[in-house]
T-cell receptor
Framework: SQKIEQNSEALNIQEGKTATLTCNYTNYSPAYLQWYRQDPGRGPVFLLLIRENEKEKRKERLKVTFDTTLKQSLFHITASQPADSATYLCALDSSNTGKLIFGQGTTLQVKP | KAGVTQTPRYLIKTRGQQVTLSCSPISGHRSVSWYQQTPGQGLQFLFEYFSETQRNKGNFPGRFSGRQFSNSRSEMNVSTLELGDSALYLC????????????FGPGTRLTVL
């Protein structure tokens, strides 16, 4: 069956460290994968999109990798700050039809 | 540019009732998608509309329906509400035909008693 999995356990790190979040998928062949941030009581906010022919994408302190062989995406936040504390969701569109399938999200807590 | 707006923000209904939620996309965006978010199931795709036509549908019962108007505003309707329909309902709009980033609204929190 098709699955998209993120680490359900919260990730707690110290301010200044690099946070790494994982997104694994099975039985999908996505054209691209997206990462969103969601704060409590609010809608998700788009962060980065990476296409199947791209290995890595960067935006300021954020970096995403996409390994279609391992069927995995890694999301990194360098020099993390308490303001980065939120839930991070990965999403993929396997059929390029706009139907996004989301992972359950990983909650990141950055401690000062 | 104003963001995606959803009304109402909060709603309390009882089992068996029906509800209509509204979504106004970002100006110029023609695609509107709806999602249901619950603690147990996460974010699940309901349906997507483009130019007043439903293009994609998720795995939800027929009690969940939607429509889109000529100005791209969208509504979703849930009939015969069940307790399990309690959730945050999110709509998102996107500008391009090639499915890039989606802009989400703040959601409507529906509680079914």
């Amino acid at each position: 069956s098709q699955k998209i999995e993120q680490n359900s356990e919260a990730l707690n790190i110290q301010e200044g460290k690099t946070a790494t979040l994982t997104c694994n998928y099975t039985n999908y062949s996505p054209a691209y994968l997206q990462w969103y941030r969601q704060d409590p009581g609010r809608g998700p906010v788009f962060l980065l999109l990476i296409r199947e022919n791209e290995k890595e994408k960067r935006k300021e302190r954020l970096k995403v990798t996409f390994d279609t062989t391992l069927k995995q995406s890694l999301f990194h936040i360098t020099a993390s700050q308490p303001a980065d504390s939120a839930t991070y969701l990965c999403a993929l569109d396997s059929s390029n039809t706009g139907k996004l399938i989301f992972g359950q999200g990983t909650t990141l807590q950055v401690k000062p | 540019k104003a963001g995606v707006t959803q009304t109402p923000r909060y709603l309390i209904k009882t089992r068996g009732q029906q509800v209509t939620l509204s979504c106004s996309p970002i100006s110029g965006h023609r695609s509107v998608s709806w999602y249901q978010q619950t603690p147990g199931q996460g974010l699940q795709f309901l349906f997507e509309y483009f130019s007043e036509t439903q293009r994609n549908k998720g795995n939800f019962p027929g009690r969940f329906s939607g429509r889109q108007f000529s100005n791209s505003r969208s509504e979703m309707n849930v009939s015969t509400l069940e307790l399990g329909d309690s959730a945050l309902y999110l709509c998102a709009s996107t500008s391009s035909l090639t499915y890039n980033e989606q802009f989400f609204g703040p959601g409507t929190r529906l509680t079914v008693l």
